[in-house]
């Protein structure tokens, strides 16, 4: 073996450890606020709680990966609700509530002191609800948001989650009697995430 391909195997195995050196595995644990409501229809915005897990695949010095499985719970408040009752027409309101267990794939791309932005894709599998019609049971989200993270590993979040697929039976939940909202028969997930979370191991 020439001394040429020698060196090229001695810089390769050491580039390799180097690389492998550079990434790491930090678990944690998240949790806040949520501030959701469904789209095209006359409701209130619902507060409410999220809480979950995750782990940072940290693979270069500003960039991670991280997956996450949180509990989510979301829906809309004060939903109005036209329906016929012998022959009379009436109006119920009625706070929606659906709770899903999402999986999702965080991007986070790190800069200056601990600023990071985050973004990403989720998989919503629906656990509880007290909808009486509903269009599909798991839904499809994608994830944006920023960050500041501190030098112990405590960071404070907060998040857009945008659902992708309709999630309301419109032929249930209609309002046709209401001039200032539109209804629509495309409902999907519309969800804000203030919260903190943390990764054991500091730096």
Do not use: C, W
């Amino acid at each position: 073996m020439s001394f040429k391909n020698i060196a090229v195997i001695v810089v390769s195995f050491f580039g390799l450890q180097q690389t492998q050196a550079q990434v790491s595995f930090k678990p944690g644990l998240r949790g806040g606020f949520t501030f959701s409501t469904i789209s095209e229809m006359h409701a209130n915005y619902k507060t409410d709680f999220y809480i979950g897990g995750f782990g940072v695949i940290n693979i270069k010095k500003h960039y991670a990966l991280q997956p996450e499985i949180n509990y989510i719970r979301q829906g809309s408040d004060n939903v109005a609700r036209n329906y016929y009752e012998s022959n009379t027409e009436r109006v119920e309101h009625r706070d929606l509530q659906l709770g899903y267990l999402s999986f999702s794939i965080i991007n986070k791309f790190t800069f200056g002191p601990g600023i990071q932005i985050q973004f990403g894709p989720a998989l919503d599998v629906l656990v509880n609800d007290n909808l009486a019609k509903r269009e599909s049971y798991n839904d499809l989200a994608f994830i944006t948001g920023i960050a500041y993270r501190m030098p112990s590993g405590l960071t404070i979040e907060g998040r857009f989650k945008k659902g992708a697929l309709d999630v309301l039976d419109s032929d249930y939940y209609y309002n046709e009697r209401n001039d200032h909202y539109l209804f629509g028969s495309y409902n999907t997930n519309i969800n804000f995430q203030l919260g903190i979370s943390y990764s054991f191991g500091g730096k």
